[in-house]
Every structure is written in C-alpha cells, then in structure tokens.
C-alpha cells in the first residue's frame, strides 16, 4: 500500500483532489473504472501511488462511488480521505474540496482514471502554482488535425493545429481561486480550469505527460496494460508499485459488497 504521505513540518500545504466517482460508462465492464483492475491492481490505486510518491502533495481527498466510500477507504488506507462524489465530475470535485484540511494553499486536482501519470508531473504542476500562478494545466500538442463540426455533419472550420492543446490532470489552483470558481453556478465545462477561466482568472500551461493519459475507452485500457507490462522494473514514471517492481498479475476488479 505505499509509504503513505510523509508528514512535513515547514513549507506550503498541497493536497490533491481525486474524482473518482465515475461509472466508466464508455469503457463499460460494469465494475466503477476507478476500481477495474489495471496489472492487477485498481486503477485508483496506481493514480494514488504517484500522488504518494509526488514530493509536493500532503494531503489526499477521494471522491468515491457513493455506495464505495468504505470500500475505497479500506483500500486506500488511513493517508487517505475518502468522501461520497455525486452526479457529475463537478459535484464530485465540489465535495471534496469541502474536505480539504484548512490549512491547505494549493489544490491539485487529479482524475483517478489517469493510473500512469507520472509524479514528476504532479511536482511540476504545484511548483509552478507555488511560483506564482493562480492555475496550471499540463498540455500536450495535437498529433491530429481538429474540425469544428457542425450537427449535419458538415466542417465548419479548421482551427490552425499550432495554438491547439490536449488537456490533462493534475490540473494545479491556488486554493482560493479553485474555490470560488467552483462557486460559480450552471457554467458548462470539460476541465477545472474551464471554471476559473470563468473568472477571469490566467491559466498557465506546463508541459504534460504521455503516460498521463485518461483511460476512457476499452483501447485505452489496452494501452495502459501495454505499457505496464513493457515498463522495466524500477521505473516508477509508468506505474512500478511501491517496491520499485512491476506487478502484472492479472487481478480482479474489485467489486462492491453489495
Ligand atoms: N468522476 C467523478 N464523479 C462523477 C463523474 C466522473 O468523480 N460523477 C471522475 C471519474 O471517476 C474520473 C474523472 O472524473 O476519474 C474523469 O471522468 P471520466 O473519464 O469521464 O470518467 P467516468 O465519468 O467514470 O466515465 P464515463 O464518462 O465514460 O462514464
Ligand atoms: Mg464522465
């Protein structure tokens, strides 16, 4: 299970927001994807490794499946706190931040379904919020060309690919700032910054991460099995567990009790 998240005594307080609450509807299985199995382990139980072994994160807050909340608890152990998510990412993102300790300056929020991630990522993200900049997304260039499409099926335009980006998690905010953009009411969004754009407030890129991928669709999954079994033992970058080896048994979803 780790070495759960080393108390520190001076510097600022970041915790991490992991939505988790999803029921994995287009990668299917019947199982939460949080909870699917991913080299024999859940998938939340890898996207928490890496938060773990991030040197920046000192608190960790998991918004569970409601009917899951002891069941994650159990699984993640007593570093972390677990709370019931809702509806919609958002309502999800909302609830944990309302358990966030109050001593906490940087939120870092982090999808579970992201279990390759690596914590350099993570580090870099809340350094450069901890730099100064209220919010930080990591981002990667587009390999393929982006059409905005209309409902009939037809191209309305072509966006220049250059000033396009693909946006990951963890996405970084001053604590303040995550919190009253998630006071803003019925405004439709994809990522937490759309929120705080919102606002009106900058947002600042860093470079992200391949491995930082969202596991959505069943080839996903595909590839982030790949990958782990190809991994060498010792690379944490690509999921090694907490030993430094790889464990690629094939596991079992863990299933609610119910
Ligand atoms: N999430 C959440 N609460 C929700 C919906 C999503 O905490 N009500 C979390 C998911 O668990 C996931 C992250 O938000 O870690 C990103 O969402 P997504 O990839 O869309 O996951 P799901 O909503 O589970 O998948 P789908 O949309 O295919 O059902
Ligand atoms: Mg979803």
Do not use: N, W
């Amino acid at each position: 299970m780790g070495e759960g998240l080393q108390p520190r005594a001076v510097g600022p307080r970041v915790a991490a927001i992991v939505p988790a609450a999803g029921r994995g509807e287009r990668l299917g299985g019947g199982t939460p994807k949080a909870l699917r199995a991913l080299g024999g382990r859940p998938m939340l139980v890898r996207s928490i490794e890496a938060l773990r072994r991030a040197e920046s994160v000192t608190q960790i807050v998991v918004a569970a499946p409601p009917t899951l909340v002891e069941v994650v608890a159990q699984l993640l152990g007593r570093d972390v706190r677990v709370i019931a998510g809702g509806a919609e990412r958002v309502d999800s993102v909302r609830r944990a931040l309302r358990a966030v300790d109050d001593d906490i300056s940087v939120v870092l929020v982090h999808d579970a379904a992201r279990p390759l991630t690596p914590p350099s990522l993570v580090d870099a993200v809340a350094a450069a919020v901890l730099a100064g900049h209220p919010a930080v997304i990591p981002v990667l260039g587009l390999t393929d060309t982006v059409k905005e499409v209309g409902p009939d099926g037809r191209v309305i335009r072509t966006p220049p690919r250059d000033g396009l980006r693909a946006v990951q998690t963890p996405q970084g905010f001053r604590r303040d700032v995550l919190a009253a953009a998630y006071a803003l009411k019925d405004i439709p969004v994809t990522d937490d910054a759309g929120l705080v754009e919102a606002l009106g407030v900058p947002v600042m890129t860093v470079p992200g991460a391949q491995e930082a991928f969202k596991v959505t669709q069943p080839h996903d999954l595909v590839l982030a099995e790949a990958l782990l079994a190809r991994c060498a033992p010792g690379d944490a970058s690509a999921g090694a567990d907490s030993r430094g080896g790889l464990d690629v048994r094939g596991g079992s979803d863990v299933r609610s009790p119910g």
